[in-house]
């Protein structure tokens, strides 16, 4: 697949490198070619820098993760979205993207034509970048009311090395993932438990 990632930081950074390696082809959309956190994936093939539009126009899939108040912008830059895949992998923990209640909810209203869905927000860049523990892989998660959205999502999870990405609903579900997002945050963080920690589904 074409992947444009816009956000280029800790969470987009390790994403892009597990999805080169994998094979797939990575567009960064950045908004300085000269100067932009991550420039180093450059070094790593399947991977190139483009302007934000020029990433997206490229691409059958988008990836966000940028912060919050910066989706308004994003959106702009990034041109025509209908048909592709636009995958929400922001949390508005600390601030959100006003008048909205999230960056899903922003999307939803921002992208018509494209097929949504939240995943990737769930856990920390670390196991983005490795989801492999001693007792097997981390589970990623995703919602969103777009099949093709979600078997996107879902074999890209699996393509960063996750078990498994199960799906918690429609639409009406992504702000539920943002709370779980919070529930990782809270134990990795305020809790002390450290940021090596992540989530399973087990069954008997």
Not at 23 to 42: A, M, P, Q, S, W
Not at 45 to 70: G, K, M, R, Y
């Amino acid at each position: 697949m074409h992947i444009a990632i816009i956000g280029t930081g800790n969470v987009g950074g390790a994403l892009a490198e597990n999805w080169a390696k994998a094979g797939h082809t990575i567009h960064l959309g950045v908004r300085d070619l000269n100067h932009f956190k991550g420039r180093e994936l450059l070094d790593l093939p399947n991977i190139t820098a483009h302007t934000i539009a020029d990433a997206v126009a490229a691409s059958e899939v988008v990836l966000i993760a940028a912060t919050p108040p910066a989706i308004f912008s994003v959106v702009e830059q990034m041109g025509k979205v209908e048909g592709k895949v636009v995958i929400d992998a922001m949390n508005s923990v600390r601030v959100g993207p006003e008048p909205y209640a999230n960056t899903f909810e922003a999307l939803k209203d921002l992208t018509k034509g494209a097929h949504l869905v939240k995943c990737f927000n769930t856990t920390g860049f670390e196991n983005m970048r490795d989801p492999q523990y001693p007792g097997g892989a981390l589970d990623m998660f995703m919602a969103g009311s777009s099949d093709k959205g979600k078997q996107v999502a879902r074999q890209l999870a699996l393509d960063a090395g996750f078990a498994e990405c199960y799906d918690f609903g429609g639409d009406d579900k992504a702000a539920l993932l943002e709370q779980f997002a919070l529930a990782w945050i809270n134990l990795a963080i305020m809790q002390g438990q450290g940021r090596g920690i992540g989530f399973k589904v087990l069954r008997r």
